[in-house]
């Protein structure tokens, strides 16, 4: 039957809202504001993407996409997919040992200037 198991019925679980500010107690325990980076972080991480897209890390690039207005639609195994309104084609991205591909840094700055210009 759909929704059941072997042990019994499953239950669903919804993710309360948070406002926009408020803050958010991490898995650790620490207190984590819920608010986007600052705009001069967001102005050195995209800095750092054009000059050494090799040498950006992965939650840099999140974090980047982040501070562009790109959010977290889904993952399948190592692929993460950003997607952001008025985007034809949004990026894939994935984690390679901590470290962001190239070839994807330069799709997701493509995507940033795309956004920007249109």
């Known amino acids: 039957m759909l929704g059941e198991s072997s042990a ?3 239950e669903s679980r919804t993710v309360p809202s948070v406002p926009a500010g408020s803050v958010i107690p991490a898995p ?5 504001p819920d608010m986007v980076p600052s705009t001069s972080r967001c102005q050195r991480l995209l800095d750092r993407a054009r000059t050494n897209p090799a040498g950006l890390r992965f939650r840099e690039l999140i974090r980047l996409a982040e501070c562009h207005g790109f959010e977290r639609s889904r993952q399948k195994a190592s692929h993460l997919v950003l997607m ?3 985007l034809h084609r949004p990026p894939v991205v994935q984690n390679v040992k901590g470290s962001a591909k190239p070839y994807q840094v330069k799709q997701l700055l493509a995507a940033i200037d795309e956004m920007e210009a249109g």
């Open 28 to 32: 650790s325990g620490r207190v984590v």
């Open 84 to 86: 952001a309104e008025g």
């Open 8 to 10: 019994g019925p499953v």
